[in-house]
């Protein structure tokens, strides 16, 4: 019988997230920060990365389990946890559509931060958040929105061109950025209208290079860009698509440091009471 990997999982497990994940290390900090963090709360971090929330999470006292689909950033977010004697904080492989290895009702908050939008199954995903947090617990989200003129979107828009068209039945991720769609996902799985609320903030990537150079991080270690370029090359259009990425990433970059990067992006947060 023939292993067939799971596409999601080759995915985020394609070059090294933790390349782009480092520039992102001072807003998810900020963000876990205002989440009312109190010591021993249990936590999910889903779609964890190598620990951007997480790892913040845990340093304000939280019980904290991390899951992602990716295993080299699981191993990457343990490593990340033992170097700090974050004993509380752990992490583990895991599809946020089904959960089967964790129970219901056993966590006060499910934070994901750019993580689980990006699972197939939107509904199942919802479902899930909501099975796996206590009544009255919260649910804390970051999604990206579709058309937003800020860094995210844009790179996700102008990859998408030089990509092959998505399979039959395929549902954008950005959807988890209109607010239509996250009531609807969330009603399904059985939540009150009037306990869904959403705000647009606004996150910053901050890296110590160039814009330039960071275009180079996405092309080299961010599984999207990394197909992105890999599509465009059979086209003999990569030229194009590395100009059309620099524009957009020099464009946008507020640093008034040479040789230094940080760009803005707006993303939809979104606050669901079990």
Known sequence: MINIMNPNKALWEK??????????????????????????????????????????????????????????????????????????????????????QLKDNSFDLVVSIFGAMFAPKPLDVAKEMVRVVRPGGKIVMGNWIPGDPTLVAQILKISSAYMPPPPEGFISPMLWGVEESVIERFVNAGIRKENIYFAKETFTFKAPYSPTKFVEAFKNYYGPTMNAFEAAEKNNKSAELQQELETLFNSQNKSDTENSTSINAKYLKVTVIK
């Open 15 to 100: 070059g090294d997230f933790t390349q782009i994940a480092a520039t992102m290390r001072e807003s998810g900090e900020e963000l876990v920060s205002k989440l009312g963090i109190t010591k021993n709360l249990r936590v999910l971090d889903l779609g964890c990365g190598d620990g951007t929330t997480a790892i913040p999470e845990a340093r304000l006292g939280a019980d904290v389990s991390g899951v992602d689909i990716a295993a080299n950033l699981v191993a990457a977010g343990n490593a990340r946890a033992k170097a700090e004697g974050l004993t509380q904080c752990t992490f583990s492989e895991g599809d946020a559509s089904d959960l089967n």
